[in-house]
């Protein structure tokens, strides 16, 4: 399970990258503090993806992190939109020409963010399931602060392996009730900065391969 951010301008080699995966805990390939103040801290720079050592790198990430019991994709998330944040600052320079994207990938629905947030002091209570992916929503819209005109999209992705397929056999649900509950609990992490109807939909299979199909379709169309 990870998220992955990007970003390039059309008028230089810029292209960076980032891996958060989120099991137990969120892990970063970047350092970086928590907490209630972590963007007011240097944070190491993102993987350069135009050097092949590099992708190299973040290839190596996304294929070692680490599997747990638990999901925290919306605290993973909140990280991710605070790190969109700090690039645009301190790395991108505010430059308006900069695209932002953030793809997520997950196999289970979230179950721990408000606990794991709780105990890094990024939040000081917990929050229910509805009132954090309220939070996750704000964060990402917060991301690129005031008046900014770059590009920014998040494209969330579903793999529906066996834990899934036994909460939809646990719970009695039909295909059609399986992909509607996926879709409501997802709803949050759909954005665009050019508005809610611009928003990349859930893409969820059973397979990663048509996945990957239809992120390239979405991805190619959108952009």
Known sequence: MFLLLSCATQHDNFFRGDV?????????????????FMNLKP????????????????????????????????????LAAKRVNYIRRKIAKRDPLTKYYIFLLTDGLDNASSQVAKNEKRILFNRTPKQYQKRVHRQLKNAMGWFSKNTFEVYPMMYEGEDLLETKERNKLTDAQFKEMLKQDMECFRY????KEKAPELISADNFQSIITELRSHFEKNS
């Open 192 to 195: 665009s900065s050019e508005g």
């Open 43 to 78: 944070q190491s720079p993102p993987y350069n993806l135009l050097e092949g050592n590099e992708t190299s790198k973040i290839r190596t990430d996304i294929k070692t992190v680490p599997r747990g019991n638990n999901t925290t994709a919306y605290y993973a998330m909140e």
């Open 20 to 36: 958060i995966g989120f099991s137990d805990k969120p892990t970063t390939s970047y350092r970086a503090d928590r907490g209630l």
